[in-house]
Nanobody
Framework: EVQLVESGGGFVQAGGSLRLSCATS??????????IGWFRQAPGKEREGVSC????????YTKTYAQGRFTISKDNAKNTVYLYVDSLKPEDTAVYYC???????????????????WGQGTQVTVSS
């Protein structure tokens, strides 16, 4: 059974940085073709995609608004995908979720329907 656990959220001042972790179980990073995606949901807003990675070939896709400040990476030895966020802004305040799926095109481009497994989320709060 696939399980995802996010961590690394917290309170941070604007301009700071955080590294969010998505620890997975039930996924063999070395030979299974899963895509891990990061999403976020701000108060009163719909959930939106941030960045995703095919853990087999390392291909990534990042939403335009997140390019330059959000970096996705993985550690095969730890079966973990990270989201590094730099130059945090108050509008980055949200619950951040990771999700896993096997999209037909290999990457999914953050279409939520492509993701079968979701973590519980980690709260990021950015103060001005």
């Amino acid at each position: 059974e696939v399980q995802l656990v996010e961590s690394g959220g917290g309170f941070v001042q604007a301009g700071g940085s955080l590294r969010l972790s998505c620890a997975t179980s039930g996924i063999a990073f070395d030979y299974e073709t899963y895509t891990i995606g990061w999403f976020r949901q701000a108060p009163g807003k719909e959930r939106e995609g941030v960045s995703c990675m095919n853990i087999r070939d390392g291909m990534t896709y990042t939403k335009t608004y997140a390019q330059g400040r959000f970096t996705i990476s993985k550690d095969n030895a730890k079966n973990t995908v990270y989201l590094y966020v730099d130059s945090l802004k108050p509008e980055d305040t949200a619950v951040y979720y990771c999700a896993a799926g096997t999209p037909g095109d290999g990457l999914g481009y953050l279409r939520e329907s492509e993701y079968d497994y979701w973590g519980q989320g980690t709260q990021v709060t950015v103060s001005s």
